[in-house]
């Protein structure tokens, strides 16, 4: 080739990259109404994975996807992941996971996006303003339980790769796509289907890509870590039987006063966790943390107003958002056996459980915690000189998955929102953890990035949950700039 023509040739070339772009582009804007129509058909599936009347509606939903995907031309499969152990010893079956498959050309990255279809509960008379299984548009707000988590941004993905199809576009990367109804009550049986198709399934994927989380401002994000969560019980019990206080009261010692005696060694009024040792693995704060935070758009008196409180933990946003993401947290969260409905009743309770979390960070190890806040429980509590029984079970063991926001993957995501949205995005850690990232990462070994499109204010497991028109659409257009801009990378640095 003559040199000389090379940069024309390279014009050419980027202006092929951007017709192209205005072509998905066109097409998303010219079909929105299409796809929030498909939204209100899966937001009206009450697809809640807790309720255990409501698994029809479970398997439902998991068959309407796997439908879609099929329509598409897509190999898909309804894998099997086995039965669920209800607390009466019943069992019943977990709704199938979805795969699916577009494309198997051995010169193009592969990429896996996962996400789920289950919901949280919702009822109208939680406080709700809609019915929250009837999508509603109101003011360029989609309201509706699973709009934003995480219903939305799965369709979104499917929506993207239709689009690509539609314009009988060849799609830049093979597309894969994992698809769960069990994420709002821990996944069951996900990690051993992970693990089984790691050599089959999983064995060409370059990358996994989640989007079941949110922005933390009105600027787009891209999120690098999640903390962990080790959840307790402490459970105390005493008399064999419930008691009347003004029978027994000051003859015994109560378990109530117990519990309420060592769940208050737990944290101080500002924070400080008190179990020995518990913060000698966090890993330091870095000055390129230090500076990453400080660039983040983040307003500390909109999070009071969102959160109805005058006064928060810390006062400066660095310190806040710190907390928040890399540092460890306790919260109690309830007690379960004592007396708790509306009036009065003058029990003493025979056994009290108090349940709590702490949220864990890089390099902190669920199993050191456990035996943590295991010994340093029972120490405060002989110090008690009780006659009653303290027992401490760990039920949940969450790891933090943290990612390099250098990684070639997420470059892909900066360049594609830059593309979309015209800003650099923020560079975020989550609060909360979501466990299937770390699973993916130890058994693959392979990159994954969290490429969110849910707004700060979407109201996730909360009455009105919602996803705004913009993000919803925008986010697709996202997602089909993604597939290029990851299409991109060399083979060998993904």
Sequence with gaps: MDLLLLPAVLLVISNAHAFQYTQLAQYIDGHQENYVETLREWIAIESDS??????????????????????????????????????????????????????????????CVYGHVDVQPAKLEDGWATDPYNLTDINGNLYGRGASDNKAPVLAWIHAVEAYQALNMELPVNVKFIIEGMEETGSNGLDAMILAQRDTFLSDVDCIIISDCGWLSQRPAITYGTRGNCYFYAEVSG?????????????????????????????????KILIPGIRDAVAPL???????????????D????????????????????????????????????????????????????????????????????????TDYLHSVFDKRKSPNTLKVTMVIGAKPWLADPHDPVYEAGKAAIRRVFDVDPD???????????????DVTGKSIIMLPIGGFDDGMHSQNEKISRYNYIEGTKLFATYLNEVSKIKKTSV
């Design 302 to 373: 909109n999070y009071k107003s969102k959160t109805g409180i005058n006064q928060l933990m810390y006062s400066n946003k660095v310190d806040l958002l710190a907390h928040l993401w890399r540092y460890p947290t306790v919260s109690i969260h309830g007690i379960y056996g004592a007396f708790s409905d509306s009036g009065t009743k003058t029990v003493i309770p025979a056994k009290v459980i108090g349940k709590f979390s702490i949220r864990q960070v890089p390099d902190m190890d669920p199993a050191v915690v456990k035996k943590q806040v």
């Design 427 to 441: 560079l975020i850690r989550e609060g909360g953890t979501i466990p299937i990232a770390r699973t993916f990462q």
């Design 286 to 300: 870095s000055d390129e943390e230090w500076r990453m935070y400080q660039d983040i758009q983040f307003d500390l």
């Design 239 to 271: 008399p064999k039987q419930d008691l009347h206080s003004g029978v027994y009261g000051g003859a015994v010692i109560e378990p109530m006063t117990d519990l309420i005696g060592i769940l208050d060694t737990l944290i101080n009024p500002s924070g």
């Design 50 to 111: 807790s309720n255990v009347l409501k698994r029809p509606d479970l398997h439902q939903m998991m068959e309407m996807v796997a439908q879609k995907l099929r329509q598409m031309g897509g190999t898909v499969e309804l894998v099997d992941i086995g039965e669920q152990e209800l607390p009466d010893g019943q069992t019943l079956a977990l709704p199938k996971v979805v795969t699916a498959q577009f494309g198997s050309d051995p010169s193009k990255r592969v990429v």
